[in-house]
């Protein structure tokens, strides 16, 4: 059994023009715990729908001590939900998008069901504790920490034509 009461996100951010996020998790999670995070923003599509604009994602694991780190360059990230917005939007005709990108990130981390220490059983059956939630029948922990941090302009689409070009 997997018990899991403590899991704090400290984060800061380095950089004007190529800002770095670095983030650092302390928990009570066993060492070898893989934990997946992800960077997204939102924006509005041109039928007023919220949608994902998602950067970055990787896994990392749990340390001994329970703690493990990571660093994002932002402006990477953004690139890569840049591209996944072109691949998406060259089948229109017509641009997919309303409005700016919104400032406003994302940072997310799931210790999701495909765990590799045996502890959390089957589909996290043995996964508990206050942060846990259950989730289409699979016990996991959802964290996310909103940071404002505006896009660099040249990543931003526009509406006449899908994607600036400079």
């Known amino acids: 059994m997997v018990v899991c ?6 984060f800061g951010i380095s950089g004007a023009d190529n800002p770095v996020l670095r983030f ?25 729908g919220d949608c994902a604009w998602v950067g970055k994602s990787d896994k990392i694991a749990i340390a001994e001590g329970g703690k493990c780190h990571g660093r994002i360059e932002i402006n990477e990230s953004d690139a890569i939900a840049a591209g996944h917005f072109r691949q998406i939007d060259s089948g229109s005709s017509a641009p997919r998008i309303s409005g700016l990108v919104s400032d406003t990130l994302e940072l997310s981390f799931v210790v999701g069901a495909r765990q590799r220490l045996r502890e959390f059983g089957r589909k996290n059956s043995e996964f508990a504790g206050t942060l846990v939630a259950n989730r289409g029948g699979i016990n996991v922990l959802e964290v996310s920490h909103e940071i ?15 994607m600036r070009d400079d």
């Open 5 to 10: 009461e403590r899991f704090d996100v400290i």
């Open 24 to 48: 650092e998790i302390l928990t009570d999670l066993p060492a070898g715990t893989l934990v997946i995070y992800s960077v997204r923003r939102t924006y509005r599509d041109s039928h007023g």
């Open 148 to 162: 404002m941090l505006p896009m660099k302009s040249s990543l931003q689409p526009t509406s006449e034509s899908g």
